[in-house]
């Protein structure tokens, strides 16, 4: 039991991010997505289907440092 604790307690909150999965055909949305200042970087799966990486905007510090 003592491991699992540990890494939880250990685990770094502001390095999590936000995927967001949006096709192409919506250039609005990825537009909207890549003006934001919470973006990252982007990676293209497929000719249709483009993965977005966003940082978190609000982040819950409930763990120690």
């Known amino acids: 039991m ?3 604790v540990f890494g939880k307690t250990m685990e770094n ?3 999590r991010i936000d995927i967001k ?3 192409s055909d919506e250039t609005n949305e990825i537009r909207k ?3 934001s200042p919470l973006y990252s ?3 293209f799966f ?3 289907l483009v993965g977005i990486n966003m940082r978190k905007g609000n982040l819950l ?3 120690p440092v």
């Open 2 to 4: 003592n491991n699992p």
């Open 13 to 15: 909150l502001r390095k």
């Open 61 to 63: 510090l409930n763990k």
């Open 33 to 35: 997505l890549v003006a």
């Open 46 to 48: 497929f000719n249709d």
């Open 41 to 43: 970087m982007h990676v």
């Open 21 to 23: 999965i949006v096709s």
